[in-house]
């Protein structure tokens, strides 16, 4: 019987050894500095769970300079602030940080940075100008490596006391003025836009997911602790019950997005930072039903196909 020689046994054995470390994906890194507000911070809360459970390998860094209700105004205001002054507390005004944003965009090789607009103002077009082109050219100033991307906001829940007064007259009307506007100001930069006004708009479309409809007969002015609506499909804070000097006080929150409202909105941000699809995700937040949460990531997914927004707008 013919002998395989031994040298040749052990040669084929090492390379074999090394087969599943040849084909392992190594992880995908990137980098994304979040410049907004408290919008940012609900469309990153769950983005680094959603990034380490991710069906590919993916790694993220993200930084982030925002402020609450801090429009595009405000932020190039705070970096002029700091280009004048370097020690001047007026240019380094965000949240947990004691850098400017000068330092901030100096800090890494980001890859992508993210802009946006004041929610109050997101359907109001000419409030994005001129300083979007300033805060955009300012960023790439001092990272000129990284993508500037546009991160679309959303309209407020369909029973915010707003709606009806000279602040805007329906849910609808602030998707469209939003979807108006930021495709504008995204096709005048260059920027891609990350979808979020659509993916909540979307979610609330579904047969699936539905609206909160019932939260439109809620009498506020009559309610009695604890008596709350049907919120189970609401993808903002809405109504709760806080006590406050010894009184349970109604509270309410329109506008920010609750725990399913932040899951599907990092689902977008995930699809569109690594290209990574998040149906198959297996981070699901305690507070969120795990059926709810699989919903709410074939909706961040769908939005990722769309070549037009549901307000018929093109996306750049």
């Known amino acids: ?150 991160h679309q906001t959303w309209a407020y829940r369909g029973d915010e006391p707003r709606f009806g007064t000279a602040f805007c007259g329906s849910q609808q009307e602030m998707y469209r003025g939003l979807c108006d506007a930021y495709a504008g100001i995204a096709e005048e930069l260059g920027c891609r836009l990350i979808r979020c006004g659509d993916a909540m708009e979307l979610a609330r479309r579904s047969p699936e997911w539905g609206d909160v409809d019932e939260c439109l007969k809620f009498d506020r002015k009559k309610a009695v602790y604890p008596t709350l609506p049907d919120q189970r499909r609401s993808l903002n804070g809405g109504y709760s019950w806080k006590l406050v000097k010894d009184q349970w006080k109604l509270h309410y929150d329109g506008t920010h997005a609750n725990v399913a409202g932040d899951y599907l909105l990092g689902c977008v941000w995930l699809e569109f930072f690594f290209g990574v699809s998040p149906v198959d995700n297996s981070f699901v937040p305690e507070k969120l039903d795990a059926k709810d949460a699989a919903i709410l990531r074939r909706v961040a997914h769908e939005v990722g196909t769309f070549k037009f927004g549901l307000a018929g707008k093109k996306q750049p």
Not at 8 to 14: E, G, I, P, R
């Open 1 to 150: 019987m013919n002998r395989i020689p031994i040298l040749f046994l052990t040669v084929v054995s090492f390379f074999l050894s090394l087969a599943p470390f040849s084909v392992a994906q190594s992880p995908k890194e990137v980098k994304v500095l979040a410049v907004g507000n408290s919008f940012s911070e609900n469309a990153t809360t769950y983005l680094p769970q959603l990034a380490a459970a991710s069906s590919e390998p993916c790694t993220l860094v993200l930084g982030k300079a925002t402020i609450g209700g801090c429009d595009f105004s405000r932020h190039f205001r705070h970096a002029e602030a700091a280009e004048t002054d370097p020690v001047d507390p007026e240019g380094k005004p965000y949240k947990n940080e004691t850098r400017s944003l000068k330092d901030m965009l100096l800090s890494d090789k980001w890859d992508f940075v993210t802009i946006q607009q004041a929610s109050p103002k997101s359907f109001h077009p000419e409030t994005f100008r001129p300083d979007a082109k300033r805060l955009y050219d300012y960023i790439k100033k001092y990272a000129p490596q990284a993508e500037v991307v546009i």
